[in-house]
């Protein structure tokens, strides 16, 4: 039986602004159609903030990835070919669904 509590695993929070195309795309995989209440857990963190994430496991990690809106939105837009010109561990590659789009030129 495997445990979720591997004392061998590091465990990494990612924020969406520190979300990459590998992280994104192992949470696409294990969520194809989004994820629901019972897929997120609750901890608090080391703030004492209260934080909701969905847990992605490799054999040497657990990422707690924060839930958000930014989150499902990209899920739902996922498309591999949008990531293939970065680098898998570029955190500047998954860009903001709803930044604005009329930026300065």
């Known amino acids: 039986m495997k445990s979720n ?4 695993l590091k465990r990494v929070i990612v924020d969406f ?3 990459t ?3 994104l795309a192992m949470v696409v995989e294990k969520f194809p159609d989004g994820y629901d209440d019972r897929d997120i857990i609750t901890f608090r ?3 004492n903030e209260l ?3 969905v847990e992605i496991m490799t054999e040497d990690t657990k990422y707690l990835v924060k839930v958000s809106a930014r989150l ?3 899920i739902e837009d996922y498309d591999e070919d ?3 010109d970065f680098d898998d561990d570029d955190p500047e590659a ?3 669904p709803f930044q604005d789009s009329f930026e300065d030129e």
């Not at 509590?5 to 061998?8: E, F, I, K, M």
């Open 82 to 84: 949008d990531y293939e």
């Open 72 to 74: 499902e939105k990209v």
């Open 21 to 23: 195309p590998e992280i």
């Open 94 to 96: 998954v860009q903001d």
């Open 51 to 53: 934080i909701e994430a």
């Open 5 to 8: 509590n591997n004392p061998n």
């Open 45 to 47: 963190n080391a703030k």
């Open 17 to 19: 602004k520190k979300l």
